[in-house]
């Protein structure tokens, strides 16, 4: 045994087909309706408006779509829109060089 409690890839057992989570199938679904719904409407002969009725099912899979270090591509947006939002709180750890600096600035000269 290898002394872990939770193991590793324990979130993927929590999300839908191991990827996504309810609120991304959720996104792409009422993109998806939205789509056909206007693919229904359009005049079928007019080739810009039956690719710009499937926009939104492009655009909700290109959010829901799985990448490295992120969830998928909403995540990583919203990390984005966090990272800029948000007070950022830096926390130094370690050495200060600058009197070192300043003691070699003063040796040339």
């Not at 199938?25 to 939205?34: D, N, P, Q, R, S």
């Not at 799985?66 to 050495?95: D, K, M, T």
Request: glycine share 8%.
């Amino acid at each position: 045994m290898n002394g872990y409690l939770v193991p590793a890839n324990a979130k993927r057992g929590t999300l839908i087909f191991n990827i996504f989570r309810p609120i991304d199938l959720i996104m792409f679904g009422v993109g998806a309706g939205l789509s056909l719904l206007l693919l229904m409407i359009v005049d079928s002969s007019n080739t810009i408006l039956i690719l710009l009725s499937c926009l939104p099912v492009g655009i909700t899979g290109l959010l829901v779509v799985p990448i490295p270090n992120y969830h998928n591509v909403l995540c990583a947006i919203q990390s984005v829109l966090r990272f800029y939002r948000e007070r950022r709180n830096y926390i130094w750890r370690g050495w200060c060089f600058y009197e070192r600096l300043a003691i070699n600035d003063k040796d040339k000269k």
